[in-house]
């Protein structure tokens, strides 16, 4: 079955940088696009970033455009999120997805997730 685990996550202060990874595994990762969806506290998951199958297409959300870059090893069954010039809205868990098909553009086609890793940034 899917399994997605999360890793990474912790506390740094505002503007620095922090990488949160997800290491894939009972499906063939190369052949579907990954992403990332963040939940603060009290409000639901949101879209942060989405990559296809061969890495050649990624999509960001407006709030963390120009700041995070997602990536995927094929090889190694691993996605990352880097996460430059945090600030302290970004405060959230951080869930690793897959999704049903190869490309990265439904967002409700990302239906399976990991368990999540808290990333808080604050001084």
């Known amino acids: 079955q899917v399994q997605l685990v999360e890793s990474g996550g912790g506390l740094v202060q505002p503007g620095g940088s922090l990488s949160v990874s997800c290491a894939a595994s009972g499906f063939t990762f190369g052949s579907y696009a990954m992403g990332w969806f963040r939940q603060a506290p009290g409000k639901g998951r949101m879209f942060v970033a989405v990559?296809?199958?061969?890495?050649?297409?990624?999509y960001y959300a407006d709030s963390v455009k120009g700041r995070f870059t997602i990536s995927r090893n094929n090889a190694a069954n691993t996605v990352t999120l880097r996460m430059n010039s945090l600030k302290p809205e970004d405060t959230a868990v951080y869930f690793c997805a897959k999704s049903l098909g190869s490309d990265a553009l439904v967002l409700a086609d990302f239906t399976s997730w990991g368990q999540g890793t808290q990333v808080t940034v604050s001084s």
């Open positions: 990559i296809n199958w061969s890495g050649t297409n990624r």
